[in-house]
């Protein structure tokens, strides 16, 4: 089985087979329809990406304000049964080791 790397060495020749040295075609067309599939590809790709991030913000926001009226619920009732702090900040160990701060609820300790 081939690794990631030799397909893309593949990819690398096959490109230049198909598109690096076409005799039948002048250096300026040649050049005009490279320039304009690779921009195609990218608009393509750039395209579903922005349409994933807005939808990924659309979908969150809805469902952040739709949730709203439980999670204050959930910090009303931590607050009449245990006297405390209803939030609290734990630090978390993310990609490539970098920490960040998380809010949490606070948990419910036993009596």
């Known amino acids: ?12 020749e ?10 039948g075609l002048s250096t300026f067309r040649h050049n005009f329809r490279f320039w304009r599939k690779k921009t195609a590809w990218t608009t393509v ?8 991030r807005l939808l990924d913000i659309l979908v969150s926001s809805f469902l952040l304000i739709a949730l709203s009226p439980l999670f204050v619920l959930i910090a ?3 607050k009449l ?5 209803v939030l609290y900040w734990q630090t978390r160990v993310g990609k490539w080791d970098q ?10 300790r036993g009596s």
């Open 1 to 12: 089985m081939k690794s990631s790397h030799n397909h893309r060495i593949d990819l690398v």
């Open 14 to 23: 096959e490109l230049y087979e198909r598109y690096g040295k076409n005799p």
């Open 45 to 52: 790709v750039g395209g579903a990406h922005l349409v994933k």
């Open 76 to 78: 009303f009732s931590i």
């Open 81 to 85: 049964t245990d006297r405390g702090p």
């Open 99 to 108: 920490e960040w701060a998380s809010t949490c609820y606070t948990k419910k």
